[in-house]
């Protein structure tokens, strides 16, 4: 029962230390520094649509923000990517987590 539960800590511990790679960290924060600038756009696109919502500037907001978000998806898909083809089990792990951004950013 002893090498049981030793086994299983040793595999949590080989599966962290795969995750928190220099690679899959520097990647993870690349894609947290793209989420801050995709938000900040979007702040910065709908701010004048708040004060002052004419027609037009809605029109070119929504028009900006769906070109933004297919670029925003498609970068954390080939950031996934990147990070898949590594091969083990903690970068595939944080690609799935790459890909399940792309898919609820790309709506948007």
């Known amino acids: 029962p002893r090498?049981?539960?030793l086994g299983v800590m040793g595999a949590v511990t080989e599966l962290t230390w795969q995750m928190l790679s220099?690679?899959?960290?520097?990647n993870a924060c690349g894609a947290v520094a793209l989420t801050g600038a995709?938000?900040?756009?979007?702040v910065v696109f709908w701010t004048s649509?708040?004060?002052?919502?004419?027609?037009a500037d809605i029109r070119v907001a929504s028009f900006?923000?769906?070109i933004m978000s297919a670029g925003y998806g498609g970068v954390l898909v080939l950031f996934g990517d990147?990070?898949?083809?590594?091969?083990d089990d903690g970068s595939?792990?944080?690609?799935g987590v790459f890909y399940c951004g792309a898919a609820f950013a790309c709506p948007v």
């Open 64 to 66: 900006k923000t769906a």
């Open 92 to 95: 595939r792990i944080l690609g």
């Open 3 to 5: 090498h049981g539960r």
């Open 49 to 55: 649509v708040v004060t002052n919502p004419i027609d």
């Open 38 to 42: 995709f938000c900040y756009f979007l």
């Open 82 to 87: 990147r990070i898949w083809a590594r091969g």
């Open 22 to 26: 220099l690679t899959n960290v520097l």
